[in-house]
């Protein structure tokens, strides 16, 4: 298995992130650690924090990062635990933190996770963190019709979501679902022939179904909170997201965290007593150039969000 992922936006990210000598960063998504070797070498002495939940990207990351050895400190975690992470390890305020949201490419193309639409006879898996032992399999053959429904509309966006949590449920009844291959039959049989040209029918209750087991949207808006109060006054905090969902909260939580006084406008004074812990670096979330979309086509969703902490 040949490890791949062209990191996303990484001029971007770095001019964002205004990198400084000597400066502690954390990376939430250490991913294969294209990123985190972007941000060792633009400074002297840069030190980088990074989490991931997978083992097989900590172990190589590992490895792509050996010149950097004694730069860098990995750890096998959710970046929602960030506050007991750093404190942990002693750090007490950061100079900037990225977080590149979602799966890797190497994950997805990597049929045995069980990620992709594209592998067949592969278990339902899509487990980012392999120790954990909830998978795509507890989901599709465990929740009912409705909680089904609930994850592939909400987290899909997916018009046909009734259609297709209904044919699950009585195809398991039958038998259980095992493979990749027999969801995507369900799901192809689910959606009207004439919807087909939005791309690979299977592609958003994949997406559905992967954020359910990953808890990706669960607490990613306080953890973005934690680490924004984890940084140094002029430290900065990028985000990559990868479709609305996760654009939207990080949205939110950045809009929350910008906003000075939330009393009532009638009030004369302020009584609240709110003051904003961040400043928006873009206004406007900033997007992949085409020549970039044209190499890799993934970055084409991507959303890169800065703020810095005031
Ligand atoms: C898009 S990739 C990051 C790629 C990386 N920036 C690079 O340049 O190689 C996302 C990575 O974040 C990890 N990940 C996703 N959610 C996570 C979470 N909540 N905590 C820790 N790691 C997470 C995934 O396992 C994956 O390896």
């Known amino acids: 298995m040949e490890f791949k992922h062209i990191s996303v936006m990484l001029e971007e990210c770095m001019n964002g992130l205004n990198i400084k000598d ?3 960063y954390f990376d939430g998504t250490l991913g294969l650690a294209g990123h985190t070797k972007e941000i060792l070498k633009r400074g002297n002495n840069v030190k980088v924090i990074a989490t991931d939940l997978d083992t097989e990207a900590i ?3 590992k490895e792509n990062l050996k010149e950097f050895d004694g730069r860098f400190t990995l750890v096998h975690d959710n ?3 960030f506050k007991s992470i750093v404190d942990e390890l002693g750090v007490e305020l950061l100079d900037g933190a990225l977080l590149d949201l979602g799966v890797s490419s190497y994950q997805l193309d990597d049929r045995s996770r069980g990620f992709s639409y594209m592998a067949k006879e592969e278990k339902l898996n899509m487990k980012m963190n392999e120790e954990s032992d909830f998978s795509a399999y507890d989901v599709v053959n465990g929740y009912s019709e409705k909680e089904l429904y609930e994850v592939i509309k909400n987290y899909g966006e ?11 449920c ?9 493979t990749c291959g027999r969801l995507v039959e369900i799901i192809d049989k689910s959606i009207p022939k004439k919807y087909g040209d939005q791309g690979h029918p299977a592609k958003r209750t994949f997406q559905a179904i992967r954020i359910e087991v990953n808890g990706e949207l669960k607490g ?7 680490i924004v109060f984890g940084l140094k006054k002029g430290g900065r905090l990028a985000v990559i997201t990868f479709h609305s969902l996760e654009d939207r ?4 939580a950045f809009k929350e965290l910008e906003t000075d006084c939330i009393c009532d406008k009638s009030l004369p004074i302020c009584v ?30 991507a959303k890169l969000r800065i703020c810095e902490r005031v």
Do not use: H, M, T
């Not at 990613?220 to 934690?226: G, R, S, Y």
């Not at 909260?249 to 939110?252: A, E």
């Not at 812990?277 to 044209?294: C, H, R, S, T």
């Open 59 to 61: 172990r190589f990351a």
């Open 272 to 301: 609240c007593g709110k003051r904003r812990e961040i400043e928006l670096v873009n206004k406007k979330p900033i997007v992949a150039g085409k020549e970039e979309v044209d190499f890799n086509p993934r970055a084409k969703s």
């Open 220 to 226: 990613l808006a306080e953890a973005v909170k934690d």
């Open 158 to 168: 997916e018009k046909f979501a009734y259609n297709i949590a209904k044919n699950i």
């Open 22 to 24: 000597g400066g502690v």
């Open 170 to 178: 009585k195809e398991r009844q039958v038998q259980k679902i095992e």
């Open 79 to 81: 970046f929602k635990n």
């Open 249 to 252: 909260i990080i949205k939110n």
